[in-house]
């Protein structure tokens, strides 16, 4: 009989958190000498070695679907390489993949690196990281028939909760120890959340869609009052239900002007020392910076998101932002969900850093309370980072505020914050 099947995005996934990642290889057989590569331009299959050995081709679909079109376990991993990478080295990289595969596969299609945009890319890394369970473009994993696959994820044998099943003896031919038959006999059969929630028999729920309009005629006969109460109790519902902690975002400043921008903010939020921006420097468009906040979460680190643009944003990404950066330039919010600053600062604080020494703009200290400001010593050439001893002290400052904000705004160990 066939061995089952590996799933490309659990395969991944598993390898990440094992912190034993796949090697590409030119082929399938990886115990070839010369077999592994570095060069995703000449290599045609990845080779996992946890939980067990086994090697999976790169251009298989994935549950990845993006406008109902899988994406390949390359672009997949290509996408987990360059996670940290700028964006316009990340692009040039798949031009130069895409020029090394201009070859055709065994379909007759054009094999192709795909890249993802800002929202896919989060999605897809917070994900393969094991910061979510939950995704956007993934696909539940569904087997030919839904309930095998199920059973199979249950009994570990695709990367589920493994068990030792009862009656375990004769497996094999071989004879187990009656007092350890005793014990299969009394276990408690465990699984996962596939197998509970779907159990072993596949149920097709598409005839419930031709009601969908008959429910929508009786909805709109319904008063205010009932429509409004059936809302908030589904609404309630679904929070309660869902234990996910969303990761908060940090807008950071754009301008020029502002001496914190996404080429030195992560070494200044993370080290606790300022290097001046470097406008000539291309920088990534989104970064991750982690932090522990003992008043909300004192066992586990908040993954903080950093962007300098929402351009990408989805509607219930504005609940996530906890602060925005800026230099007093309104033009800076125009984008923004909220474009009148008291507004926006009644939602996200705000930060401002300047110099020390010198004074702080008349708009940043119109806005109030809102709006918390910041001072770091002049960068000095001569010195270098080496003259950087105070800018600790400010960092850690800052982070308080963001914390006592967070909090303030219903962020807990478990959730995000209450909506706004």
């Known amino acids: 009989m066939d061995p089952l099947p590996h799933d490309p995005l659990t395969s991944l996934r598993h390898a990440i958190a094992s912190n034993h990642p796949p090697t590409a290889t030119t082929s399938p057989n990886a115990s070839k000498p010369d077999a592994a590569t570095d060069h995703l331009g000449i290599a045609t299959h990845l080779h996992f ?31 987990w390489q360059e996670k940290d990478s700028l964006a316009q080295d990340s692009i040039a990289k798949a031009q130069a993949l895409n020029d090394a595969l201009g070859g055709k596969d065994g379909a007759g299609a054009v094999s192709k690196v795909q890249t993802l945009v800002f929202a896919e890319r989060v999605d897809l890394i917070t994900w393969l990281e094991g910061a979510s369970d939950e995704s956007d473009y993934i696909k539940v994993l569904e087997s030919d028939g839904s309930a095998s696959k199920s059973a199979q994820l249950a009994s570990g044998a695709a990367g589920g909760v493994s068990t030792v099943p009862s009656g375990a003896a004769g497996r094999g031919g071989r004879q187990i120890d009656h007092r350890l038959q005793e014990i299969y006999n009394l276990e408690r059969r465990m699984g996962d959340r596939n197998s509970i929630l779907r159990g072993i028999k596949p149920t097709d729920f598409s005839h419930v869609r031709k009601y969908v309009d008959t429910f929508s005629k009786d909805r709109k006969k319904l008063n205010p009052a009932a429509i409004t109460q059936n809302t908030t109790a589904s609404l309630a519902s679904r929070d309660k239900k869902s234990s996910r902690r969303p990761d908060p975002i940090i807008l950071v400043s754009p301008s020029a002007s502002s001496l914190l921008r996404m080429s030195n903010i992560k070494s200044f939020l993370e080290s606790g020392t300022y290097t001046p921006a470097d406008s ?141």
Do not use: C
């Not at 790169?58 to 406008?67: A, E, G, H, Q, Y």
């Not at 932090?291 to 908040?302: A, G, K, T, W």
């Open 49 to 79: 070695t946890d939980p067990n050995p086994h090697t999976i081709p790169l251009d298989t679909p994935t549950r990845f679907v993006i406008s109902d079109k899988p994406v390949d376990l390359r672009s997949i991993f290509f996408a």
């Open 280 to 420: 000539n420097l291309a920088s990534a468009n989104i970064l991750h910076v982690s932090r522990l906040l003992p008043s909300i979460d004192p066992q586990r680190q908040f993954r903080f998101i950093l962007v300098d643009t929402p351009e990408q944003f989805k509607p219930d990404y504005w609940n996530r932002v906890v602060a925005v950066l800026t230099t007093g330039q309104i033009w800076q919010f125009k984008s923004y969900k909220w474009q009148n600053a008291p507004d926006l600062f009644r939602n996200a604080l705000g930060i401002y850093v300047g110099w020390r020494g010198e004074e702080v703009p008349a708009s940043v200290r119109g806005w109030g309370r809102g709006v918390t400001t910041a001072a770091v010593e002049k960068w000095n050439p001569a010195l270098g980072v080496g003259g950087r001893w105070r800018d600790r002290e400010v960092v850690e400052g800052i982070w308080n505020r963001i914390e006592e904000s967070m909090r303030s705004r219903g962020w807990s160990k478990d959730g995000g914050p209450v909506s706004k």
